[in-house]
């Protein structure tokens, strides 16, 4: 579905546009739900695909969209880090997580391209998404 998904989002954009919102919101539904690194990891595509399209208003989409609850307690989720307070964490989480699972070179350039082109917008909703992973501090 992701691929038949991207090649729709690349050759009609105008006739995806209005139903946009609806597709990033199952799209994020089938992040939150899925268990198969492959599937999270060719999901991705998709929002390396809308990322490229226009940085800035798919962070926003996601910062306001909410997700269902994740596993483990109120506090922390499976993975030791608190639950995901909107889309854009999980998805970043996700992104951030399952990236080494991405096949094809293709998809590898796009992603890592996408998610530096997330980090080099400076968009201030990133500032609060915590991912797994240790702490550098610069010097």
Known sequence: AAPLLGQMLRRLPGEIAPILPEVVTAVVARVSSARQPNLIAALMSIFARLAHADCDALIGL???????????????????????????????????????????????????????TLLASGNPALDAVGVRGELVIET
């Open 62 to 116: 996601l910062a306001q969209m909410p997700v269902p609850p994740p596993g483990g307690t109120a506090e922390t989720g499976e993975d030791g880090v608190a639950p995901s307070r909107n889309a854009l964490e999980l998805v970043l989480r996700a992104w951030c997580a399952y990236q080494p699972d991405v096949q094809g070179a293709f998809d590898i350039k796009l992603t890592t391209s996408a998610l530096a």
